[in-house]
C-alpha cells in the first residue's frame, strides 16, 4: 500500500519538474506565497558536490551516478541560500551533502547495533570539528568530510561565528548520541522531549548560523538574539523538521524509528496514525502563518537598523537577506521533499532499508 495513498495532486517545481504531491501533505499557503527559486550557480553546484562526494569516498562511485542527482541535496541548499557567492554556496552544499551521509551512518549504526562504532565516531568527530586541519586525511571518510566541510566555512567569517558554530555543531553531535540511545532501547521520547531534541538534531542553529555566511556577514548578538530575529529563524526551522517528520514517517514506521513527531503523538497522546498526521498538517501550517506575523517584525527591525550611518545599513542590508532566505527555506524545504530520491519509500524494494546506502561499505554482512 503507498505510503500516502491517491498521490494524484500535479505541481510544478521551479525547475519545471512535474511532481506528485499527495493531498495529505499538500501545502497550497506554500505553493501559492513562498515562489521557489534556485540559485544560479546551481548546475555546477550539482556538478562539484557530485565529484566531491566521490573524491571523500562519502558514497561509492555507483551510488553516487545512480542516486546523487536524484537525491538532490544541492537543490535544497541552491533554494535556501540565494545571494551566498559562489564558493560559500559550494562549502554549504557539500556540509550539507555531508550532513545526509552523516544522517545515514548513524541509521545504519542504530539498525545494526554499532555501537562501537558510532561511541568512535562520536569522539573523532568531536576533534575533527575542533581542530579540522588535523583530520584532513583521517582513515574514516565521513571524519575527513567533515574536516574538509568545516575547514572551508571558517574561512569566511571571523573567528567569532567559527566559534559559534563549532559550539552549534558540539550540541548536534551530542544530540545524535541522545537520539542513538533512544532508538537502541526503543525508547519514545514524550512530545516535549521530543521538540527539544529535534531542534538539535535538526540542527536548528547551523543552518541558521549559515544565513549569515551566505549574507557574508557576522550579526552582533544584539541583531542576532533579537527576538523577532530569533522567532522568525526558529519558525523557518520548526516548518523543515515537522514538515519532514509528516513526510518521513512512512519511511520511519517502516524502519521501527522512534524518533518522529507523529510516533511520539501516537505513543505518548493516544493519537491514531490519521490524527497523527493531521496534527502534524496543523502545526506546520501554524508555522507558516507565525513565521509570515514575525516576518512584518524584522522587516521593521531591518529599517530601524538603517540609522543613516553606514553601519547601520550593512547591518539592516544583511538581516534583510537572512529574512529572505528564510521565506526561501519554507518552499525550498517543501519541494525537496517531493523531488528528492530520499522520501520515496514506495519504490524501494525495502521500505526500511534507502537503496542509496551501500551497506557493505559501512562494514555490515
Known amino acids: 500500500m503507498p505510503a500516502f495513498p491517491y498521490s494524484t495532486t500535479n505541481r510544478t517545481a521551479a525547475t519545471g519538474t512535474a511532481v506528485a504531491v ?30 566531491w562526494l566521490l573524491e571523500k569516498r562519502l558514497m561509492p562511485a555507483d551510488k553516487v551516478a545512480e542516486y546523487a542527482d536524484g537525491l538532490c541535496y544541492t537543490d535544497l541548499m541552491a533554494g535556501y541560500y540565494l545571494g551566498a557567492g ?7 552544499a557539500d556540509y550539507s551533502a555531508w550532513f545526509f551521509v552523516w544522517d545515514d551512518r548513524h541509521d545504519r549504526d542504530v539498525v545494526h547495533e554499532r555501537t562501537g562504532a558510532w561511541r568512535r565516531l562520536r569522539v573523532r568527530l568531536h576533534a575533527a570539528l575542533d581542530s579540522p586541519a588535523r583530520h584532513l ?32 555543531f558540539h550540541t548536534v553531535i551530542e544530540a545524535y548520541d541522545r537520539e542513538f540511545r533512544n532508538r537502541v532501547e ?24 549559515l544565513l549569515e555566511l551566505a549574507a557574508g556577514r557576522e550579526l552582533p548578538d544584539r541583531v542576532r538574539k533579537h527576538s523577532a530575529f530569533r522567532r522568525a529563524a526558529l519558525l523557518s526551522q520548526e516548518f523543515a523538521a515537522w514538515y519532514n517528520d509528516l513526510c518521513s514517517l512512512p519511511k520511519e514506521l517502516a524502519g521501527d524509528e522512534v524518533h518522529n513527531l507523529g ?9 491514531t ?75 524501494w524494494d525495502d521500505r526500511s532499508t534507502p537503496p542509496y546506502v551501500n551497506n557493505e561499505a559501512a562494514g555490515e554482512k
Open 186 to 209: 526503543g525508547r519514545v521520547p514524550t512530545v516535549d522531549e521530543y521538540l527539544a531534541l529535534r531542534r538539535l538534531t535538526f540542527a536548528h542553529w547551523i543552518w541558521t548560523d
Open 86 to 92: 559562489d564558493e560559500a554556496l559550494q562549502a554549504i
Open 273 to 347: 496514525l490519521e490524527e497523527a498526521v493531521e496534527e502534524l498538517r496543523r502545526r506546520v501550517e501554524e508555522c507558516v502563518s507565525e513565521f509570515l506575523a514575525a516576518e512584518h517584525e524584522v522587516l521593521s527591525l531591518a529599517d530601524q537598523l538603517a540609522d543613516g550611518t553606514v553601519h547601520g545599513k550593512e547591518l539592516s542590508v544583511t538581516v534583510l537577506a537572512c529574512l529572505g532566505n528564510m521565506r526561501n527555506w519554507f518552499s525550498s524545504v517543501y519541494w525537496f521533499h517531493h523531488e528528492s530520491g530520499r522520501y520515496r519509500v514506495d519504490n
Open 22 to 51: 499527495p493531498p495529505s501533505l499538500s501545502l497550497p499557503v506554500v505553493e501559492a506565497g513562498f515562489s521557489r527559486r534556485l540559485h544560479p550557480y546551481w548546475p555546477r553546484l550539482q556538478e562539484k558536490t557530485r565529484t
Open 263 to 271: 510516533i511520539s503523538l501516537i505513543t505518548h497522546e493516544g493519537l
Open 137 to 168: 586525511h583521517d582513515a574514516d571518510p565521513l571524519v575527513a568530510g567533515l574536516a574538509d566541510s568545516a575547514g572551508r566555512l571558517f574561512a569566511f567569517l571571523p573567528k567569532t561565528w567559527n566559534a559559534r558554530f563549532t559550539r552549534h
